[in-house]
């Protein structure tokens, strides 16, 4: 399995940037997909995810109303629009793959079975 995170880079706040995740080797629409972020010194921690067995999408609150999860099954690839983008935002972005998620699991690191490399977000003001 592979999880190829992109399209990361910099930008200003109050901007806005779209980052992929092309996924191989796992039957995509059979996995929620989700995203997670990592400051520096600080622990991993949930942004977004859309499931698969019962179609929800959760977000942290810190990101609700301004980043937008999708996924398109047909090519295998889930996308994270952020828009309005924060200092705080700074960060490397994680894809990541969980066989099955629902409510509070999803935002967890341990319920995911897959993870990407990552893709830098940096945000400047």
């Known amino acids: 399995v592979q999880l190829q995170a992109s399209g990361g880079g910099l930008v200003q706040a109050g901007g806005s940037l779209r980052l992929s995740c092309a996924a191989s080797?796992?039957?995509?629409?059979?996995?929620?997909m989700g995203w997670f972020r990592q400051a520096p010194g600080k622990e991993r921690e949930f942004v977004a995810t859309?499931?698969?067995?019962?179609?929800?999408?959760y977000y942290a609150d810190s990101v609700e109303g301004r980043f937008t999860i999708s996924r398109d099954n047909a090519k295998n690839t889930e996308y994270l629009q952020m828009n309005s983008v924060k200092d705080e935002d700074t960060a490397v972005y994680y894809c990541?793959?969980?066989?099955?998620?629902?409510?509070?699991?999803?935002?967890?690191?341990?319920?995911?079975?897959?993870w990407g490399r990552g893709t830098q977000v940096t945000v400047s003001s």
């Open positions: 080797g796992l039957t995509f629409s059979r996995y929620a």
């Open positions: 859309a499931g698969w067995s019962d179609g929800r999408i």
């Open positions: 990541a793959a969980a066989t099955y998620c629902s409510g509070y699991g999803c935002y967890k690191t341990a319920s995911y079975n897959y």
